[in-house]
């Protein structure tokens, strides 16, 4: 199973983290892990090309560990309220699309949000 924590602070979705496999297909052939890789590295892209942002990630592919997170989505460390919107808005998509696949993936999937101030 893949566990998805978010970090919001103040209602704001800044980043996440993403610990183990999903279980659904054997190692080079699951879809689903597949599905979370992409959209992961999406965001990471996004962040940094279309809005010109520093994101931190790591990705330890033996421990099958990530961790994303952008101050960008945060007043104190962004001005531009519309860089801070579009860059909180793709963390807050991606939960969305998470609780989505949770429907049909909830014995591989495990989401949850967690109230933290960025460190």
Do not use: W
Not at 18 to 23: A, R
Not at 92 to 110: A, I, R, V
């Amino acid at each position: 199973m893949t566990k998805i924590v978010f970090f919001r602070s103040n209602g704001i979705y800044y980043g996440f983290e993403e610990q183990g496999h999903t279980g659904y297909g054997e190692s080079g052939d699951d879809v689903l892990c597949a599905a979370l890789s992409a959209m992961t590295m999406l965001i990471v892209n996004s962040i940094e090309v279309a809005y010109a942002s520093d994101v931190e990630y790591t990705v330890n592919e033996g421990a099958t560990h990530i961790m994303v997170r952008s101050k960008a989505a945060l007043p104190q460390f962004e001005e531009d309220e519309r860089k801070r919107y579009a860059v909180s808005g793709i963390f807050l998509s991606y939960y969305y699309q998470l609780n989505d696949l949770l429907e049909e993936y909830c014995d591989f999937l495990d989401v949850e949000v967690k109230d933290v101030d960025y460190v």
